[in-house]
């Protein structure tokens, strides 16, 4: 079956320090998405992919990167973590032909 | 900002009632979705209506939206402890195809 996979599920790390999480998708879906969600906000989306070598911000990409070289995988980078970062992450992909999204378990990332 | 505002923000009810969710929104959408969170887990998509249409059924869920009102609702009938969860909903704005904006959600807790 299709899936969508993210790792790691679980990360702790210091503020200042590079973190990559990782998001898999088996859908061959081009749309992708990245979104956090805090308490009280809901899913904020942080940047978006229409298609490999596409990237898009969202409304909180500050401090956020992208990458799409394929069409199974859209890794998010923050580039220096601050403690501002700590959430839950989750990797979505969505479905041209029912514009249903597909998510991920998610990853939560503690920045100490 | 959020597109969707869920309300209530909280619901208790016990096995075989029902419960209704509601959602507005603020600017014009090709289509409206719900999701369901489980603790710990991803979302996972449960009724699309799109915007030309005014009631959907899918089992046990009824989603009617109001496009001149801007509103949306989500009833579960003869609810079960399963469906204990948090209920989101999400837009795909026109101006914006596929940056869905999510709520808050309404966190339901049903009680044997």
């Known amino acids: 079956d299709a899936e969508i996979t993210q790792s790691p599920r679980h990360k702790i790390t210091e503020t200042g320090r590079q973190v990559t999480l990782a998001c898999h998708q088996t859908?061959?879906?081009?749309?992708m998405f990245w979104y956090r969600q805090d308490l009280g906000h809901g899913l904020r989306l942080i940047h978006y992919?229409?298609?490999?070598?596409?990237?898009n911000k969202g409304e909180v990409s500050d401090g956020y990167s992208v990458s799409r070289s394929n069409t199974e995988d859209l890794p998010l980078t923050l580039e220096s973590a601050a403690s501002s970062q700590t959430s839950v992450y989750f990797c979505?992909?969505?479905?041209?032909?029912?514009?249903?999204?597909?998510f991920g378990e998610g990853s939560r990332l503690t920045v100490l | 900002s959020q597109q969707g505002e869920e309300d209530p923000q909280a619901l208790s009810i016990q096995e075989g009632e029902n419960a209704t969710m509601n959602c507005s929104y603020k600017t014009s959408i090709n289509n409206l979705q719900w999701y369901r969170q489980n603790s710990g887990r991803g979302l996972v998509h449960l009724i699309l209506?799109?915007?030309?249409?005014r009631e959907k059924h899918s089992g046990r869920l009824r989603v009617t939206l109001d496009t001149s009102k801007k509103s949306s609702s989500l009833l579960i009938t003869a609810s079960r402890a399963a469906d204990t969860a948090s209920y989101f909903c999400a837009t795909d704005p026109t101006d914006s195809w596929g940056k869905f904006q999510f709520g808050a959600g309404t966190q339901v807790v049903v009680t044997p």
């Open positions: 979505a992909s969505m479905s041209t032909n029912t514009g249903e999204l597909f």
């Open positions: 209506i799109r915007s030309n249409e």
């Open positions: 992919s229409y298609g490999v070598q596409d990237t």
């Open positions: 859908w061959n879906h081009n749309n």
